[in-house]
């Protein structure tokens, strides 16, 4: 079964930079699709990004030239940089993961929450105005 363990959260100021890490266990990394959700209080969960091997990295629009997400597949960690954050980015955050292997061949899936059958604990961004 993967695992997906969140480190990273925390408070910043406005403009300022924040990185989390998702480190996966109980399954072949460079089989899996990772995502990064958001969810803030009264709001549905967003998604952010995606990286795997076969899509390469996907962003939301609202943070697209803000946020890189990278992966290193020896640590089995995927990564989110934020840059620039704003007052709106205070979220829970959450990795997300999939198979993206199906028999032979490897399967893109949409940046949607049910597209993910692993999640983590989430890690709380508040950006302070």
């Known amino acids: 079964e993967v695992q997906l363990v969140e480190s990273g959260g925390g408070l910043v100021q406005a403009g300022g930079s924040l990185r989390l890490s998702c480190t996966t266990s109980g399954f072949s990394f460079d089989d899996l699709g990772i995502a990064w959700f958001r969810q803030a209080p009264g709001r549905d969960r967003e998604g952010v990004s995606y990286i795997s091997k076969i899509d390469g990295s996907k962003y939301a629009d609202s943070v697209k030239g803000r946020f890189t997400t990278s992966s290193d597949s020896a640590k089995n960690t995927v990564y989110l940089l934020m840059n620039n954050l704003r007052p709106e980015d205070t979220a829970v955050y959450y990795c997300?993961?999939?198979?993206?292997?199906?028999?032979?061949?490897?399967?893109?899936?949409?940046?949607?929450?049910?597209?993910?059958?692993?999640w983590g604990q989430g890690t709380q961004v508040t950006v302070s105005s």
């Open positions: 997300a993961a999939t198979s993206i292997r199906v028999g032979g061949a490897y399967y893109s899936p949409l940046l949607r929450s049910y597209e993910f059958d692993y």
